[in-house]
C-alpha cells in the first residue's frame, strides 16, 4: 500500500516561511498527492493537492519533486494561527485515503 | 451552511452499551468515510462507503458496524463498547472524483467507561 513519511514535528518563527516535507516513495502515477492540517480539537481541513506540477492557493504552495517521490506543503509565511498538525495522505485504494501520523508545527512568536 | 454534520457532538458510555453515532452530508457527495483518532495520533479509517448502497472496511473495522442509509447519511454503530473504543471519531465525505478532497465534520468525542 502507498504510504507516507513526515517528520513527527517541526518549528517556525513567525512570519517566516515554512517548508513542510513529505515522502511518498510509493506513489502510484495517478495518485493525487493532497495535504489537510488539523486545528485543535477540530476536524481536518483541505489545504491543497496536485498530481505533477506545483500548486499555488490562498493558503500555501505545493512543490512536487520531479519524479514525484516527495513534495513540500509551503506556508510563505507563517502566522500563529498556522499552527496545526499537517497531513499528507495518498490514495490507497479507489477510494480509500489513509492518514498518517502528521507533522505537528508548532508557531513561536 | 453546507458541509457534514456529526451527532453527538460528546457522548459517556458504560462498557457494554451500543450506540450509534449520525453523520448527514448535503452536498451530494458520493463516498463518506468514518474515522477514530486517539490522543496524539493520526486519524484511522474504520468504513468507509464509496457510493450509496456500499460499505467496505477500513484499516480498524472490528467492533463496528455502519450503514449507509441513504447518500446524504452514514451511520457507525457500536454493538458492545468497550473502552478500547475511547476516542474521537469523524465523518468526512468527497465526491468520488479524483483529486478532490474530504470535507470532515467537526468529530464526536465518545469515552467508554
Known amino acids: 500500500d502507498a504510504k507516507t513519511t513526515q517528520p513527527n514535528s517541526m518549528e517556525s518563527n513567525e512570519e517566516e516561511p515554512v517548508h513542510l516535507p513529505c515522502n511518498h516513495s510509493t506513489i502510484s502515477g495517478t495518485d493525487y498527492i493532497h495535504w489537510y492540517r488539523q486545528l485543535p480539537s477540530q476536524g481536518p481541513e483541505y489545504v491543497i493537492h496536485g498530481l505533477t506540477s506545483n500548486v499555488n492557493n490562498r493558503m500555501a504552495s505545493l512543490a512536487i519533486a520531479e519524479d514525484r517521490k516527495s513534495s513540500t506543503l509551503i506556508l510563505h509565511r507563517a502566522t500563529l494561527r498556522d499552527a496545526a498538525v499537517y497531513y499528507c495522505?495518498?490514495?490507497?485504494?479507489?477510494?480509500?485515503?489513509?492518514f498518517g501520523t502528521g507533522t505537528r508545527l508548532k508557531v513561536l512568536a | 451552511n453546507a458541509g457534514v454534520t456529526q451527532t453527538p457532538k460528546f457522548q459517556v458510555l458504560k462498557t457494554g452499551q451500543s450506540m450509534t453515532l449520525q453523520c448527514a452530508q448535503d452536498?451530494?457527495?458520493?463516498?463518506m468515510y468514518w474515522y477514530r483518532q486517539d490522543p496524539g495520533m493520526g486519524l484511522r479509517l474504520i468504513y468507509y462507503s464509496a457510493s450509496e448502497g456500499t460499505t467496505d472496511k477500513g484499516e480498524v473495522p472490528n467492533g463496528y458496524n455502519v450503514s449507509r442509509l441513504n447518500k446524504r447519511e452514514f451511520s457507525l454503530r457500536l454493538e458492545s463498547a468497550a473502552p478500547s473504543q475511547t476516542s474521537v471519531y469523524f465523518c468526512?465525505?468527497?465526491?468520488?472524483?479524483?483529486?478532490?478532497?474530504?470535507?470532515f465534520g467537526s468529530g464526536t468525542r465518545l469515552t467508554v467507561v
Open positions: 495522505i495518498l490514495r490507497v485504494g479507489t477510494y480509500k485515503y489513509i
Open positions: 452536498m451530494n457527495h458520493n463516498s
Open positions: 468526512a465525505s468527497r465526491t468520488g472524483q479524483s483529486g478532490i478532497g474530504y470535507t
